[in-house]
């Protein structure tokens, strides 16, 4: 049977739309869920059994002799091919204007507190205002850093009235991630 598109949806999501076995990323290559042990071995369709293999990795490790290679070729697995990227491409770009989206959301959230702690009240017509490079800082900080972290280091910039831009939160934030960095790296991971 089949894998089912949902499933193989989220193991690309759970590997990070990267093939596991030579590091490639979509959209530069189709990805295909693949049997890490084969069907033809007894291996099943549950997500532990599935990985994430660009088509090159996937077609090159099936149960088929070495000397035997996919070529991909032929006009009809061109065709399928090219259709299968775009449906990942879609896929990939959905799920990359939802975290957009989602770092857009928590960033008005983190600007609507550290504008109303700071006893700025928003614009009737324009909302919440932040300085260009403030905007541009946290949107890209909420890719690495969660809102609650950043949310903390604003209130001890306020405690400590460093509150005419956000570079003391910028400077402790990129303390947190360094330090982050270096316990996952020893496998102390915690918030």
């Not at 399928?80 to 959230?109: G, T």
């Amino acid at each position: 049977m089949a894998i089912s598109v949902r499933t193989r949806f989220e193991v690309f999501k759970r590997d990070g739309f990267t093939c596991k076995y030579c590091g490639r990323k979509s959209p530069d290559v189709v990805l295909e869920a693949d049997h890490i042990v084969p069907v033809c071995e007894g291996g099943t369709d549950d997500l532990i059994n599935l990985t994430t293999a660009c088509w090159d990795c996937n077609h090159g490790k099936a149960g088929k002799p070495l000397h035997d290679r996919v070529t991909g070729e032929d006009p009809h697995d061109r065709a399928i091919f090219i259709l299968e990227q775009e449906r990942q491409l879609r896929e990939y770009n959905a799920v990359v204007q939802q975290q957009r989206q989602r770092r857009e959301e928590e960033l008005w959230e983190l600007v609507a507190y550290w504008n109303d702690e700071r006893g700025i009240k928003p614009d009737p017509q324009n909302g919440h205002e932040i300085k260009n490079q403030d905007y541009r800082w946290l949107l890209g900080a909420l890719a690495w850093c969660p809102k609650e972290v950043i949310r903390g280091y604003m209130e001890v910039a306020l405690q400590r009235w460093m509150t005419k831009n956000l570079k003391y939160v910028a400077v402790c934030c990129r303390n947190w991630r360094y330090e982050h960095q270096a316990n996952t790296e020893r496998g102390d991971v915690d918030y």
